[in-house]
């Protein structure tokens, strides 16, 4: 074993500056929560078959929210449990006509 001596007195290396280093230290933070946020989620690949009804509903919701595919598919499956989650707990899934007051009762088969 060699004896490297005693380095605590001198300073440590700094790594090149980069584009970061401009940033405040508030900005660093939230750029920091972001990465360890998207290193803690699980990203699941999936392929599915859509029928041609669905490939049509699909494109039309592209078109009048500017979502993508994955954006769109994620968030009917978050609404499609959490609309099974109510009606599993005896709650009934109405939609009412803002304009008429008409009410229906959804019931999903």
Same mark, same amino acid.
Request: charged residues 30%; contains cysteine.
């Given at each position: 074993?060699?004896? /490297?001596? !005693?380095?605590?007195?001198?300073?440590?290396?700094?790594?090149?500056?980069?584009?970061?280093?401009?940033?405040?230290?508030?900005?660093?933070?939230?750029?920091?929560?972001? !990465?360890?946020?998207?290193?803690?989620? /699980?990203?699941?690949?999936?392929?599915?078959?859509?029928?041609?009804?669905?490939? !049509?509903?699909?494109?039309?919701?592209?078109?009048?929210?500017?979502?993508?595919?994955?954006?769109?598919?994620?968030?009917?499956?978050?609404?499609?449990?959490?609309?099974?989650?109510?009606?599993?707990?005896?709650?009934?899934?109405?939609?009412?006509?803002?304009?008429?007051?008409?009410?229906?009762?959804?019931?999903?088969?």
């Amino acid at each position: 074993m060699t004896d /490297q001596g !005693d380095t605590s007195a001198r300073s440590p290396r700094r790594p090149p500056r980069s584009s970061t280093d401009k940033l405040t230290s508030s900005a660093r933070m939230s750029i920091s929560l972001l !990465d360890s946020e998207a290193r803690q989620q /699980q990203i699941e690949r999936v392929t599915i078959a859509l029928i041609p009804q669905v490939v !049509d509903d699909l494109r039309r919701l592209q078109e009048r929210s500017n979502l993508s595919k994955t954006d769109i598919i994620n968030r009917a499956i978050t609404i499609y449990e959490f609309i099974d989650a109510q009606l599993n707990a005896g709650c009934d899934l109405i939609v009412r006509d803002s304009r008429t007051g008409e009410t229906q009762l959804i019931r999903l088969l």
